[in-house]
């Protein structure tokens, strides 16, 4: 019999008094299947997680990030167990182990009783995600880095839950501006929460060069220096690059890394001028404009310098996608750029990965299991789907984060469209387009663009009430999904999102401050 992948929670007393209808949740995404049992079970002291003898490694990794969460707000004191005990009243017991007809990595069965809540999952990212839900299901205190009185109620009954789509992620540019280390940080988990699955990093533009290349120094020596209204800039060492990976691995997350090319480059022309068709440097840039910068695709030093960039950025990132970028080379004669991206494509691919980039990409002749992000022009992604490419929907007009929410809100940019709460939830990806059907479609990404952003709290107040929509349309299917229904739960995150010190856009389409449940 196969090991069964079981998250155990268990109370110590009888409970009287709690939510009783777990159908009445207020968990984003949606989850695919919820029934209620009609009773109620609380976390009490005695608490452990216990890990199932056998397990992998890093499912007590798993363990430890949530006792991190449950420890600070309750006091309970919860420690992750790997002596091989069993569980007992109280206990939180993590395994791996199949599910019969939940599907996929991330899929996971949450069953409630009064006395045990019991998480199964085939794969540890289907526990993590099942975590994520039992988080949501707590009440939103649960949050807190201080502790708060409870109760720690859950209603019983049984989730049975997994993605529509299995890419599900944000992009963060760290190149118009740059984002610390820590930043990033609390943007995957701002994800995690959320059950996204994917970081793409934008880790170049023309006004900065934000990761350490060894090989060629002065790309953040000079190039790193500079950023949108000339601040001073900066950039992530291979280290820190490795830590950011790292810590998002361990959320099940994967780091996407963009290089930007041929165009967006004048942060890398500035470094060096030998990549520059006259041998002159050009001036660093701090502006906003776009379209003006090109590599100068006819010439060998240029694919000596790509393929060093790629193969150390490749060697640090796990994934198996590597960004070319591809955008708005309009510099750029078109058969240049169709020959540089096709030579760009076997670079990447000789360093162990496969290429996606924007949507002009598919101008080009596209490797087979190319991913072509849809952003601006629809026939560009269909081209690509021609060719055999799958497509990530980011279409400009729903899912750009740096969009507006209305004429009167700062920060953000509005060429694209006013994007309020709910046109950032109110489209299908398999339907928007008639050409790109679901078998096409390979999931969906927000992108986030920093030319109108320089801190941190700005980034959040864009990202934050669209972000949970985003990962509904990801995670839950278009038929389950309703504006009206959707627009209780979010308000119901309202308290969540204010205890994790989120300075969210109080949309006027929502009415906050609602009960958690």
């Known amino acids: 019999m196969a090991a ?56 007590a990794g798993i363990g430890s990030i949530l006792a991190g969460k449950l420890n600070p707000s309750t006091g309970l004191g919860v420690e992750v167990i790997t002596d091989g005990r069993r569980p007992g009243k109280g206990d939180i017991l993590l395994a791996i182990g199949e599910v019969d007809s939940v599907p996929g990595d991330e899929g996971y069965e949450l069953v409630i009783t009064e006395k045990l809540i019991t998480l199964t999952a085939a794969r540890p990212a289907g526990l993590f995600r099942g975590i994520q839900t039992i988080r949501q299901l707590l009440p939103p205190e649960i949050e807190s880095d201080t502790v708060q009185p409870g109760p720690w109620t859950i209603p019983t009954g049984t989730i049975r839950d997994w993605p529509e789509y299995g890419h599900r992620g944000e992009m963060l540019d760290v190149a118009r501006h740059f984002f610390g280390q820590d930043d990033v940080k609390r943007f995957i988990d701002h994800l995690a929460l959320y059950k996204m699955n994917v970081l793409h990093l934008h880790l170049s533009d023309d006004q900065g060069w934000r990761i350490e290349i060894k090989s060629w120094p002065n790309l953040t020596a000079q190039g790193g220096k500079t950023e949108v209204g000339g601040g001073e800039g900066g950039f992530f060492t291979q280290e820190e690059y490795s830590e950011i990976v790292k810590y998002a691995g361990e959320r099940y997350i994967t780091i996407i890394p963009e290089i930007d090319m041929p165009g967006h480059t004048n942060a890398a022309l500035s470094s060096y001028p ?147 709460v709910d046109d950032a939830y109110n489209w ?90």
Request: hydrophobic share 35%; with cysteine; proline share 6%.
């Open 4 to 59: 069964v992948a079981t998250l155990v929670l268990s109370c110590q007393t009888a409970v009287t008094e709690g939510p009783t209808d777990l159908t009445k949740n207020s968990i984003i995404p949606r989850p695919v299947s919820v029934t209620s049992s009609g009773g109620s079970f609380v976390l009490t002291s005695g608490s452990d997680i216990v890990i199932m003898p056998g397990s992998p490694a890093e499912v």
């Open 274 to 420: 030998e990549l520059n068709s006259d041998g002159k440097a050009r001036e660093p840039y701090t502006g906003t404009d776009v379209g003006f910068s090109s590599l100068d695709t006819r010439s060998e030093i240029t694919y000596r310098f790509v393929d060093d960039v790629v193969r150390e950025i490749a060697g640090l990132t796990p994934g198996e996608y590597f960004h070319i970028g591809g955008d708005e080379s309009h510099s750029t004669k078109i058969d240049d750029y169709i020959y540089f991206v096709n030579k760009v494509q076997d670079i990447v691919e000789s360093h162990g990965k496969r290429v996606t980039g924007w949507d002009e990409i598919a101008h080009a002749t596209l490797k087979p299991n190319t991913v072509v992000q849809y952003w601006a022009r629809a026939a560009n992604a269909v081209k690509g789907i021609d060719q055999g490419a799958k497509v990530l929907m980011s279409p400009c007009k729903y899912a750009y984060t740096d969009m507006k929410y209305d004429s009167t809100t700062v920060p953000g940019l509005s060429w694209a469209a006013y994007i309020e």
């Open 428 to 517: 299908d990806p398999a339907t928007l387009v008639p050409e790109i059907g679901r078998e096409n479609i390979v999931g969906v990404q927000a992108p986030l663009w920093a030319e109108t952003i320089s801190t941190f709290s700005e980034a959040e107040y864009l990202i934050f009430p669209r972000l949970p929509g985003y990962a509904e349309v990801g995670w839950t299917p278009s038929e389950m999904r309703s504006w009206d229904e959707y627009r209780v739960r979010l308000a119901a995150q309202g308290k969540r999102m204010e205890i994790l010190g989120i300075g969210f856009y109080r949309s006027p389409l929502i009415e906050w401050d609602q009960p958690a449940r």
